[in-house]
């Protein structure tokens, strides 16, 4: 055989087998589908008609094992009484048929059950179908707090702009995407020995973890960027491109507690990127210091106050506990709406 016709084998194979890749896919999907309009239709059944449209305590366990055996000994396993259970909560928390999304799964859907609040409910299931979120990387949001960490950031910044009226465009926008803090507990680093490069090196061997944990559009561009002003180098130490903001985002990491210094170097970074690298069509460039600890005096009393370009962050390299994570939440609200008291008293 010669080596066109091998070349031409090789695509035609290549070819196939990526059309019998499609169609399994398309297989799987419809099935998962047919599964989870399914399981809606047996919930309504369940609430419907077994309790006459009534969500009454009186119909529990008892009648569901009775339900379960019956089924099991007609159609074999699945209809446990766990089963069934989540089967007929999918119907309570997703009334309207029209509502439930085939884009999303079974396993999807029983991440979603467990979220209380209607808003943060919603808000994951529109993620998780537009971000293409598998059913872990949902079910790892949620565990985070990912939604309540987004919207304390969008607080926070709300509590800056109504403090001050001059607010950009800019900051607007970035509020939406950014927030505080940040978890990054799949890098593995609980030895607190760890140096800046391991964090940086940590965060490259994870990237795709760590694009799900920065947020929506943004892409990787590089680590450890040279920008050079008159004879000076600057290395900045990782670098992404938001295709939403339409802007560059610049990454300094930092060990331990922000530093004015961290502020102002980032400051500088921002400028010279804007000045050298930014393109005519491109939103201004963004700095994000991402520390092992905020000082609040700094955030205060720095560049942050007044410079809408540049965030500050914290980043726990280890995954706290819901109840830890709430406090810190609670704590971040606390500190801007105390801020923005003292600027009020100062007015």
Sequence with gaps: MTALNTTGLSKLVEAIAGQIE?????????VNSAMVQSYWQIGRLIVEEEQQGENRAAYGKQQLQQLSKQLTERLGKGF???NLRNMRQFYLTFPIHDAVRSELSWTHYRALM?????????????????????????????STLYYERLLASQEKAAVEHEAQANTQPLAESAKDY????????????????????????????????FLLELGKG???VERQQRIRFEDEDFYIDLVFYNFKLKCFLLVDLKL???????????DT?????????KGDDDNPTIGLVLCSEKSEA????????????????????????????????????EQALAQLQQQELER
């Design 218 to 220: 943004f892409a990787f």
């Design 22 to 30: 499609q169609a399994r896919n398309q297989v799987r999907q419809s």
């Design 269 to 277: 970074y921002v400028r010279l990127y804007d000045e050298q690298r």
């Design 80 to 82: 446990d009484v766990g």
């Design 298 to 333: 700094v955030v205060k009393y720095s560049v942050l106050a007044d410079q809408k370009q540049l965030f500050a962050a914290k980043y726990l390299p280890y995954l706290p506990t819901e109840e830890e994570l709430k406090r810190e939440l609670e704590r971040e609200r």
């Design 256 to 266: 331990g507690k922000l530093k004015h210094q961290d502020i102002g170097q980032m």
């Design 114 to 142: 467990r979220i209380d609040t209607p808003a943060a409910r919603d808000w994951y299931l529109q993620e998780a179908i537009s971000q293409s979120w598998s059913a872990r990387a949902l079910e790892r949001q949620i």
């Design 178 to 209: 950014l927030r505080d803090p940040y978890i990054l507990d799949f890098l593995n680093l609980q030895d607190q020995t760890y140096q800046e490069s391991e964090l940086e090196q940590a965060i490259i061997s994870n990237l795709q973890q």
